[in-house]
Nanobody, 125 residues
Framework: QVQLVESGGGLVQAGGSLRLSCAAS????????MGWFRQAPGKEREFVAVINWSGDNTRYDDSVKGRFFIFRDNAKNMVYLQMTSLKPEDTAVYYC??????????????????WGQGTQVTVSS
């Protein structure tokens, strides 16, 4: 089973950029579909982005499309979320998640069975 550790969160001004990283343990990382989710205080965990095994298929929530970019490096067991043009409403704890097969609905959290501990992103206005 893969284990996930996120990093790269922090405090940034609106309009700025951050790159989140998710390090995965194990030799089967390239077998996992990887997703990024976020959870703001008092809100449900919500989908941000997903990437398939080879990295050539990505999907985004409409709220981040064109601003956030998910990519992976299977040789390094890493998945990244490049966030640009950040807005205060992007403030949340960001989680990476993994699943072995591509879920029929990748936009909800329940199909993903491996999660990291989360990293806080705070965007000031």
């Amino acid at each position: 089973q893969v284990q996930l550790v996120e990093s790269g969160g922090g405090l940034v001004q609106a309009g700025g950029s951050l790159r989140l990283s998710c390090a995965a343990s194990g030799r089967t990382f390239s077998s996992y579909v990887m997703g990024w989710f976020r959870q703001a205080p008092g809100k449900e965990r919500e989908f941000v982005a997903v990437i398939n095994w080879s990295g050539d298929n990505t999907r985004y929530d409409d709220s981040v499309k064109g601003r956030f970019f998910i990519f992976r490096d299977n040789a390094k067991n890493m998945v990244y979320l490049q966030m640009t043009s950040l807005k205060p409403e992007d403030t949340a704890v960001y989680y990476c998640a993994a699943r072995l097969d591509y879920p029929s609905n990748p936009y909800i959290s329940s199909p993903y069975n491996r999660w990291g501990q989360g990293t806080q992103v705070t965007v000031s206005s």
